[in-house]
């Protein structure tokens, strides 16, 4: 398993961004399909975001497209997830995940798809 380390989150005003980030302890992402889920309070955790190994194929959940952009840096050691237009349904822990290999597109929205999470970053979004 890798560990996943998040950071990014805070407290933010309705309409406005956050970058979260998510890096591996001591080795690179470059062979792992990523992916950002959140868990509101009292909810079950849900997807938000994914991206493939390679970068070129992103998905995400239908209340955050146009809005959230997931991304890979150059190096591909860290995964990003750009939230802009935030609304206070965003609010939750976002949690980071990854598996060696690829995730098929129909499986990245699952849980199971995934053998490594991160700790979680907390985002707050006030109205």
């Known amino acids: 398993q890798v560990q996943l380390v998040e950071s990014g989150g805070g407290l933010v005003q309705a309409g406005g961004s956050l970058r979260l980030s998510c890096a591996a302890s001591g080795r690179a992402l470059s062979n792992y399909a990523m992916a950002w889920f959140r868990q509101a309070p009292g909810k079950e955790r849900e997807f938000v975001a994914g991206?493939?190994?390679?970068?070129?194929?992103?998905s995400y959940i239908e209340s955050v497209k146009g809005r959230f952009t997931i991304s890979r840096d150059i190096g591909l050691s860290t995964v990003f997830l750009q939230m802009n237009s935030l609304k206070p349904e965003d609010t939750g822990v976002y949690y980071c995940?990854?598996?060696?290999?690829?995730?098929?597109?129909?499986?990245?929205?699952?849980?199971?798809?995934?053998?490594?999470w991160g700790q979680g970053t907390q985002v707050t979004v006030s109205s």
């Open positions: 995940a990854c598996r060696i290999g690829d995730v098929y597109r129909l499986e990245r929205s699952y849980e199971r798809s995934y053998d490594s």
């Open positions: 991206v493939n190994r390679y970068g070129g194929d992103k």
